[in-house]
């Protein structure tokens, strides 16, 4: 029954006199009802007292009916629907369009029906009487037993549902580790539970009705950090945020923010539900981590700086006494004793190695990834220019180089020339006497090296160089002890080293992001293999 119908209808019945025209309603297919603004009932039709199930003409010779209809809804809530009820609602506005309900008959019998009220006013805008039009939703007659199970199974799903929404709502507020609001679409604070009082200080009633932001810091809401937050969820559906927080008492708290919006069945936001979690501890403890490293980073670079001064003031004094050694030894040398001439000798080769000490050490301060600039570089012509500096000891010793083709990567040249330089040193420096010396310098694309994998690395693509060699190797118990400083994998006599080449080669790994590692046997030769990321 649509709107235009029932107006319709309306017009029909008021006169300018205001006659009801009563014989219209006999007409009609569908039930209706006449009650005046009292609530009394006027006048029903045929329809509607079949719809009852009751007799018109026993009805008629009351003269009166009671109106009195046990009503349902769809759902088994029983619904007071005398009449004086009805028109007392439609005066207070209540809706009364496209209703529908479960009656229930004199014969136990129930019947679904759909139907509207409609109220009839006078000239001057009073009502006068309410129409009440209903009819019977076809195929929808059903057994009391039926509407009976119905209503049972309902009831039992809304109890269940009232528990569920009790111990979610029990289970919301008894959290205390965890803020938990629901906003209204302004940022208004509809709700609140224990953990919100327990971190932000204020007892629910002192903060219900009040805008979120009264949480932020005075420079927060000059720039309008809570309005962009809001503005956030709506257009994304969630605003994810970290910052100082203001508690009840002024004392600040670094809370982690979660808003979420919340939309009804068109898709429209409803209002927010914003949980906060106290983070202040781990925030200290964080802030106080960042300090240590940028003090140590700050007392690395004293250090680096004091070694490379102190090693440079060193050489001064250093190149005196090789000079003036060297002058006694090639000048009257010959007519010293023999005694005295190996002292000297021992004096020369002692500041010769003492020379190589300082040249690392400056190496070493100086290997900074903040020292020079990371380029694109032809790795092939890096390893040429250092294979060709060794040329005379591979010759000599005749040394068989395997060498593959290496990429173009971006790197700092002169600390990965130093790198390869110092691995490829070892590599001649440790060869086998009772065998031809064969280095293998290799490069292909890999992952990280398997014991690193679980450190969330595995999924990062490398460059694995590698130089192998067939020398006089190591312990492998002595693998991750090579790279430390003044450590030297042999002490055999005619072997120098001043235990710093291998330390230098772990700080240019590190400065480019990468990974070093070293395998050997003794007598079965050694591995460095060098894990830089591709990009």
């Known amino acids: 029954m649509d709107r235009g119908f029932n107006t319709a209808i309306s017009n029909a019945f008021l006169t300018d006199a205001g006659i009801l025209q009563l014989d219209f309603l006999q007409l009609l297919p569908i039930g209706a009802c006449l009650y005046n603004a009292s609530g009394k009932v006027l006048f029903y039709n045929e329809a509607a007292a079949r719809l009852w199930g009751r007799n018109l003409e026993m009805a008629q010779a009351n003269n009166v009916f009671d109106g009195v209809v ?11 629907h005398d009449a004086a009820t009805l028109t007392a609602l439609i005066k207070e506005g209540a809706p009364c369009n496209d209703w529908q309900v479960v009656m229930e008959r004199p014969d136990r019998s129930r019947v679904l029906l759909k139907g509207n009220l409609l109220p009839l006013k006078d000239k001057f805008g009073a009502m006068v009487a309410v129409l009440h039009c209903f ?5 929808t007659n059903a057994s009391v037993q039926e509407i009976d199970e ?31 609001l629901l906003l209204d679409r302004s940022g208004v604070i509809q709700n609140w539970n224990k953990g919100a009082e327990k971190i932000k200080g204020y007892h629910e009633s002192e903060i219900i009705g ?35 927080r203001v508690r009840k008492n002024g004392t600040r708290f670094w809370g982690s923010i979660v808003i979420t919006a919340l939309h009804d069945t068109a898709h429209n936001v409803i209002g927010f539900s914003k949980v906060t979690r106290d983070l202040t501890e781990k925030k200290i403890a964080e802030d106080k981590i960042r300090q240590y490293a940028n003090e140590l980073e700050f007392q690395n670079k004293e250090l680096e700086q004091f070694a490379y001064a102190a090693a440079h003031d060193m050489k001064e004094p250093l190149r005196k006494i090789q000079f003036y050694n060297n002058f006694i030894f090639d000048n009257a040398g010959q007519q010293l004793p023999e005694k005295c001439r190996e002292y000297l000798t021992r004096s020369i080769n002692a500041a010769s190695r003492m020379r190589g000490l300082i040249d690392d050490l400056l190496t ?33 010793n005749d040394v068989i180089i395997d060498v593959d083709r290496f990429p173009v990567m971006r790197v700092i040249p002169f600390q990965f020339a130093q790198l390869f ?63 430390e400083l003044f450590q030297r994998i ?37 591995r460095f293999d060098i894990y830089i990321p591709c990009e």
């Open 421 to 483: 330089d110092n691995l490829l040193g070892n590599a001649l420096k440790y060869r086998h006497e009772e065998r031809q010396p064969h280095i293998f310098i290799s490069a292909e694309k890999t992952t990280a090296p398997p014991d690193v994998r679980n450190a969330g690395l595995s999924e990062i693509c490398y460059y694995r160089f590698s130089i192998i060699d067939n020398g006089i190797g190591f312990e492998p118990n002595y693998a991750d002890k090579l790279f």
């Open 490 to 526: 042999h002490n055999q006599p005619g072997i120098t080293g001043s235990g710093i080449g291998l330390a230098i080669c772990k700080k240019i790994v590190l400065n480019h992001h990468g990974i070093i590692k070293a395998y050997g046997n003794p007598g079965q030769g050694a």
């Open 210 to 244: 009040k805008h979120f932001s009264i949480f932020y810091q005075a420079e927060d809401r000059a720039k309008h950090l809570p309005d962009r937050l809001i503005a956030e969820a709506t257009q994304t559906g969630k605003a994810v945020q970290e910052g100082w």
């Open 135 to 139: 009819q019977e939703v076809a195929g």
């Open 364 to 396: 070493y301060s100086q290997a900074s990834s903040f020292s020079q600039e990371m380029v694109d570089t032809d790795l092939n012509t890096v390893i040429s220019e250092v294979i060709s500096s060794h040329h005379d000891t591979i010759e000599k």
């Open 70 to 80: 046990p009503y349902y809804t769809a759902e088994g809530i029983y619904l007071p």
């Open 150 to 180: 119905h209503i049972s199974r309902y009831k039992r799903l809304n109890e269940e549902l009232k528990r569920s929404e009790e111990r979610y709502h029990k289970m919301i507020e008894e959290v205390e580790d965890y803020a938990i």
